[in-house]
């Protein structure tokens, strides 16, 4: 068993924590500061420049394929440059992507859609999730209706990242009598969107479609298989969740471990106090134990294993070690750890959404019981 990265992998991590280092966390200050203003995080200028820097250090398209541009570095990889990046709370990532799902599409689906996309033209959101249909996404009312070589589409989705910004959706709807199909829907065929205010700076949108009229080629992947494709897409880049995760509960343990050399109380540091330092211990245990079996995941899916089952852990585990870990980091702190002078409570209420979105706490701890009970995975294996 071999836990090292070759020399070009560690390479490849020390570039991109460089660039961070360098490049993103010095604007972390501004962020702070639109964001408190009621701005995005970074301006348009910023991200273009800072997505220039990293195209031109090689830092693009990181997980794409290199028929379609991009650098194809593989899942281990891209878990390890999300940990990296995880480092700042900067919203920012490298380019030259798109939503895997777009891979299933036809040839000129693909120049259409996930083409532009991994270009940075086009922008995408994936919309399965409704008022009446969170985790039971099985029970999507969204309708689509044939018309001739038309699906007139109705219903609501709500919480869609990137809802607003979006030019074209992949909705999930019912088509009758066939079962969910996903539907490649270009804003301007008539869906609404409006923005949900949250507790972070995550901001989703509601859309809506009323009577939305999509051609039959903007089918993507077949008629009645949509729930597949979608689950499919979800449990591939599950990893990535967690990855970025262990990056910011890295930095906030740094954090933390600095501030407790310097503050004194009752005549010494706090880091002189086994409280504080059992806290220390403690978010270190964890980020290792959630470090593992992130990668343990991403290697799942690198071999073209089933990592479903593996991914569903590392999700569940590296969400719940974030939250621990922050609200530790803030109580090392004290008082100062509760202010907006610090990005901590920033980081607090960002974190929180990990317990929740691509499958709550709940559904993952469901989906792993389910998996033991029914035989899908085995107990006492080793990287089978
Ligand atoms: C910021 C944000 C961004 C999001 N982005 C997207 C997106 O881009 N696209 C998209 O489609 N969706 C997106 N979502 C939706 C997200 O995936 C759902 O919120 C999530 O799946 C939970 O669904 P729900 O909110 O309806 O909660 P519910 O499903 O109503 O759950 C409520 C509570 O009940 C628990 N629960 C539900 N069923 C069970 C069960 N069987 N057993 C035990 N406990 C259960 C849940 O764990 C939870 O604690 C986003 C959500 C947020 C907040």
Known sequence: MDFSLTTEERQIRDTVRSF????????????????????????????????????????????????????????????????????TFVPFSFGGTADNILYAGTEPQKQRYLVPTIEGERRSCFAITEPGAGSDARNIRTRAVRDGAEWIINGEKTFITGGNEADFVMVFAVAEPYGVTCFLVDRDMGWKSEPIPTMGQWGPAALVFQDVRVPEENILG?????????????????????????????????????????????????????????????????????????????????????????????????AVMANQVVDRVLQIHGGMGYTKELPIERWYRELRLLRIFEGTDEIQRRTIARNLIKGHARLGLIGE
Do not use: C
């Not at 280092?21 to 501004?30: D, G, Q, Y």
């Not at 059992?278 to 980020?287: G, H, N, P, Y």
């Open 222 to 318: 077949e008629l009645g298989k949509g729930f597949e494709l979608a689950m499919q897409w979800i449990g591939q880049g599950r990893y990535m969740i967690p990855a970025r995760a262990i990056g910011s509960a890295e930095r906030m343990l740094g954090m933390a471990i600095d501030y407790a050399k310097i503050r004194k109380s009752m005549g010494q540091t706090i880091s002189e106090y086994q409280a504080i330092q059992w806290m220390i211990a403690d978010s270190q245990v964890e980020i290792e134990a959630a470090k593992w079996l992130t990668l343990y995941a991403a290697w799942r899916v690198r071999e073209g294993m089933d990592a479903r089952h593996a991914s569903s852990i590392a999700k569940l585990n590296g």
């Open 20 to 87: 961070v280092e360098k490049e993103v966390m010095p604007l972390e200050p501004e962020v702070l500061r639109n964001e408190r203003e009621g701005r995005p995080a970074l301006d348009p200028e910023t991200l273009r420049d800072l997505r220039a820097k990293a195209r031109k250090s090689g830092f693009w398209g990181i997980n794409t394929p290199e028929e379609y541009g991009g650098a194809a570095l593989g899942p281990i990889m891209s878990a390890i440059i999300a940990m990296e990046l995880g480092r």
